[in-house]
């Protein structure tokens, strides 16, 4: 198997000794850098001794491929449950993973309009009143099921007589058995109490039924989450600066409020700098022949306040996060650029200087 070679950091002349970093923090998925004892080492989140494992970086629904494996099981399942579900569910998210077909963990792509047919349904356009929803048959096919609705208006009038007009009559053919059941609970709740007219509206009723065939179209409100990525994209930036900077910014003030936030501590947003990125910014650096939005792009910056930590989910969401105000402190790591493409979903590491000055990243 060939492997990704990694060249050891080594310290500045004057610089104080930097910690050394595990071999087992490099691995791309299928890549392995062979780790001599994983077990021993510590969680990087709850910063205790836990077994850590593998873990995807950005989501593997989201077609990411870069994985560390520095979180213990338990930091990886709650991550998992709070923060990459929200990111996965955010509406530009789930529109990229329909257009490239990216798969969940239940090997699914996601359908949005199809989930939502099936389980609430949308109305024909002819009848806003008529429900239809999604069913499939026995053979795996799927047909329109109107859903039944009999309702009747039912008056008493001198002499023991009732007036009795069907206000809603839709019924599936498929419900062509369950028709008397449905027509007579309707008129008992329309306040029919006389069973023999019950029987005889019923007699009447049936005589009247014809097949009736439409192709209306159907519409239906999809509802999307617009927000809830927050957490899953300072996950991304926690682990992405750890794995740059090495175990040494654990101790650093700003790894401090990551970590409450990503434990949801109140107010624990607020010890992270966040700002996003404009629509400009997050089209920027260009990338030779590659289309922007089936790409993550992750990369650190440095000026002289900070150092930054910029991630870019699929030409969506874009978020730059300040990740140290102690740019002196850190060892610049060997390769400071990932870039993941979802479609041939090989990472790809290189210098940010090298991105600039080819002016954009040819595959
Ligand atoms: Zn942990």
């Known amino acids: 198997m060939s492997g990704l070679k990694f060249a050891p950091q080594r310290n500045p002349p004057g610089a104080p000794p930097a910690r050394q970093l595990p071999p087992d923090r490099r691995e791309f998925e299928g890549v392995s ?16 001794e836990q077994h850590p494992g593998r873990e995807h970086v950005i ?5 990411g491929s870069f994985v560390i494996s520095r979180l213990c099981r338990r930091c990886d399942n709650r991550l998992g449950r709070d923060a990459d579900m929200g990111l996965i569910a955010q509406e ?24 939502t047919l099936r389980s609430r349904g949308g109305y024909t356009v002819a009848d806003p009143e008529h429900l239809v929803k999604l069913r499939r048959d026995e053979a795996g096919t799927d047909y329109g099921y109107s859903v039944p609705r009999l309702e009747f208006d039912v008056q008493e009038i001198p002499g023991n007589l009732y007036r009795i007009k069907c206000t809603h009559c839709i019924l599936d053919e498929r419900d062509a058995d369950k028709a008397e059941g449905l027509v007579r609970s309707a008129l008992r709740r329309a306040g029919l109490k006389d069973e023999a007219e019950i029987e005889r509206t019923w007699r009447q009723f049936q005589a009247t039924l014809v097949r009736h065939e439409s192709r209306e179209p159907v519409v239906a409100s999809v509802a999307m989450n617009t927000g809830g ?35 949801k501590h109140p107010g624990g947003f607020t010890g992270v700098l ?7 910014q997050l ?19 440095k000026n002289e306040h900070g150092i930054y930590v910029i991630v870019k989910v699929l030409g969506a969401l874009g978020v730059l996060f300040l990740v140290s105000s102690s740019p002196g402190t850190y060892l610049w790591p060997v390769k400071d650029f990932v870039i993941m493409d979802v479609v041939d979903r090989v990472p790809k590491q290189a210098l940010m200087a090298d991105v600039k000055r080819a002016g954009g990243f040819t595959f």
């Open 229 to 263: 990525h927050q957490l899953g994209m300072t996950k991304i930036a926690y682990e992405m600066a750890w794995y740059w900077l090495g175990d040494a910014w654990l101790d650093d003030p700003a790894a401090d409020a990551y970590r409450k936030a990503l434990h």
């Open 274 to 280: 966040v700002s996003l990125l404009t629509a400009d």
């Open 59 to 63: 989501p593997r629904a989201l077609g």
């Open 92 to 115: 530009h998210m789930v529109a990229r993973r329909v257009r490239f077909r990216l798969k969940g963990n239940r090997g699914v792509v996601p359908d949005p309009v199809r989930d």
């Open 33 to 48: 850098v062979e780790s001599p004892k994983p077990e021993s080492m510590l969680c990087i989140l709850c910063l205790t």
């Open 283 to 301: 089209a920027g650096p260009t990338f030779m022949g590659l289309d922007d939005s089936r790409v993550h792009l992750l990369f650190l910056l």
